[in-house]
């Protein structure tokens, strides 16, 4: 492409590679040309971890300011590669920098896919650490023949559910968390 410049030309959206510039001076026969090379940015990256209702974000590439969105509503502009973020179940969380070229990271929120009890094996007392404080959850627990053998609403205290398995045969059971979507999973009794 050829430009007429009186100062100065902003180029934008020029995808990576190697390219030339040459510059001629109206009425002179010389033209000087300069070689320039378009890297391919960086795409932002982060760590997360998430605990309770309150997901902390570490950002390990990407270029300042970094907008956050929890379900498209712009919840925070922030300069700080470090930074925590409430959420719920179920959120969609986006992170973008103002750079369009470093893309955008979206996660969605789902507290329960890492519960599961421990120990297992157990010899019939064993817990379920939750990503809730307090409150009560129906669970059920079956049998490896799919027979149900105990279904309760227990208790949530400081983020754990203590269940027994004490007078069962050993084996194989299965427990579900009665939540919207259900979360199973099993347990060895030694």
Do not use: W
Request: glycine content about 6%.
């Amino acid at each position: 492409n050829t430009y007429d410049l009186t100062n100065e030309k902003i180029f934008e959206d020029i995808e990576p590679g190697d390219y030339q510039i040459c510059v001629n001076l109206k009425g002179q026969p010389e033209t000087k040309c300069y070689a320039v090379k378009i890297d391919e940015a960086d795409a932002i990256t982060f760590k997360i971890s998430l605990k309770s209702s309150k997901m902390s974000v570490n950002i390990t590439s990407g270029t300042a300011p970094y907008r956050i969105f929890v379900n498209d509503e712009m919840v925070l502009k922030t300069r700080s590669s470090s930074f925590d973020v409430f959420v719920n179940h179920g959120d969609t969380v986006k992170v973008a920098t103002d750079k369009v070229c470093e893309g955008e990271l979206i996660k969605s929120i789902d507290f329960y896919s890492n519960i599961s009890p421990y120990p297992n094996p157990t010899s019939g007392e064993f817990k379920i650490t939750l990503p809730i404080e307090e409150g009560r959850i129906p669970i059920e627990i079956y049998d490896i023949r799919g027979q149900l053998i105990s279904s309760k609403i227990y208790t949530i205290h400081t983020g754990e559910i203590e269940l027994s398995l004490n007078g069962k045969n050993s084996g194989l059971y299965f427990a579900k968390l009665i939540l919207d979507e259900p979360v199973n999973f099993k347990i060895i009794k030694n």
